[in-house]
């Protein structure tokens, strides 16, 4: 039996934002599925999360041709659970995958090529059994193609109706400046732009969120609870069952040192203190920003989904509450 999606999904309309000065909308909060839906993975764990979150009124779904392990194995995953249970809601989805990091062996697997880009597309759509997506994503900057090179290959994906949007991540201010200006020239909007962001991470604050307001890109931030870090999970230790302690984690154990854990025992304060929980706080800090669409979470089971859509109770921060965060940030 196919999913039946839940009829009050879309209940509250305040939950979708325009993304950038695009006529899309997505939710606040989105779902990622860089871990937790590789083969390793339960995979009833795996449908409770998509279908919870569509449930939820998360209409967004975010992949890479990279995503498992091994690569491809979430894609794979995504696809069996669109097929047989939301085969009917494909046009209630918005789906994102990416090339830009290794794929596959030899000279065309990696980077910005339009080999690769264009050869990726076809082997996600193969994978997920779509015949297009909504976004496309070069998933970082390549330093040896040129920047016209990997536009033109996004510009033609889109003409060909493979992608409907064209996305960039992990690029820089003024890269996404020009990739965005040949875009434009090309007939093609950039729609978005995924950056890292969290707390403990603020790069995009001196000039790329800045440029994305200007540009009219939207921004849908990715680890925003830094892969987990920013919630209760590390608090007291390292549960065995969370991304730090599992080998295949990219969050590496060592990362969360005794002198970290205290810190965020104080940041959990802060958010007590809001009535919020440590996940809440930090992803409701990323979602004050104007330039921000949507929050691109991961989660390990449907409990973490809940939690986290309790951010958007509380989105504005008082002067005392920022400068008390900024200061315990500063000495991370
Ligand atoms: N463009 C890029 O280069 C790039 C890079 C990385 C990620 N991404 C995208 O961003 C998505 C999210 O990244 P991420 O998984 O690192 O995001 P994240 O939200 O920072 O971390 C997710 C992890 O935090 C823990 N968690 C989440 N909510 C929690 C809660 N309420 N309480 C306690 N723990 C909670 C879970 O870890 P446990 O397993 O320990 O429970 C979960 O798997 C990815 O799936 C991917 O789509 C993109």
Avoid at 7 to 36: I, M
Avoid at 38 to 51: C, I, K
Avoid at 138 to 162: C, F, N, S, W, Y
Wanted: with cysteine.
């Amino acid at each position: 039996m196919s999913h039946e999606a839940s009829p009050t999904r879309y209940d509250n309309s305040a939950f979708y934002a325009r993304c950038g000065k695009s006529g899309l909308k997505l939710p606040r909060v989105s779902l990622g599925l860089w871990h937790n839906f590789g083969d390793g993975a339960d995979h009833a764990v795996a449908r409770e999360l998509v279908l919870g979150a569509f449930d939820r009124g998360i209409t967004h779904f975010d992949l890479a041709n990279n995503y498992g392990p091994p690569a491809g194995a979430a894609e794979r995953c995504f696809g069996e659970l669109l097929n047989k249970d939301l085969k009917a809601y494909r046009d209630e989805l918005v789906i994102s995958t990416k090339a830009g990091y290794w794929m596959w062996n030899g000279p065309y697997g990696d980077w910005g090529s339009r080999k690769y880009l264009i050869s990726s597309l076809d082997q996600s759509l193969k994978r997920m059994g779509l015949d297009y997506v909504d976004i496309f994503y070069h998933h970082r900057p390549d330093p040896e193609t040129p920047l016209e090179e990997t536009m033109g290959a996004l510009a033609d994906i889109v003409r060909q109706g493979k992608a409907l949007y064209v996305g960039l991540s992990n690029y820089r201010a003024a890269e996404t400046r020009k990739a965005a200006d040949i875009l434009n020239k090309l007939g093609v909007r950039c729609l978005i732009h995924q950056p890292r962001y969290n707390m403990l991470d603020r790069w995009v604050e001196e000039e790329l969120l800045g440029t994305l307001e200007e540009l009219g890109i939207g921004c849908i931030p990715f680890s925003p609870l830094a892969q987990g870090l920013l919630s209760a999970r590390y608090l007291d230790g390292i549960p065995e069952d969370s991304r730090a302690a599992k080998p295949e984690g990219f969050l590496k154990r060592e990362y969360v040192t005794v002198e970290r854990q205290a810190k965020l025992r104080e940041l959990n304060e802060l958010a007590k203190a809001r009535a919020q929980s440590l996940s809440q706080m930090a992803l409701a800090w990323i979602l004050r920003q104007r330039a921000v669409t949507s929050v691109l979470i991961g989660a390990s089971r449907i409990a973490q989904v809940d939690d986290n859509l309790g951010a958007l109770s509380r989105t504005d921060f008082s002067e005392g509450e920022q400068s008390k965060i900024d200061a315990l940030l500063s000495a991370w």
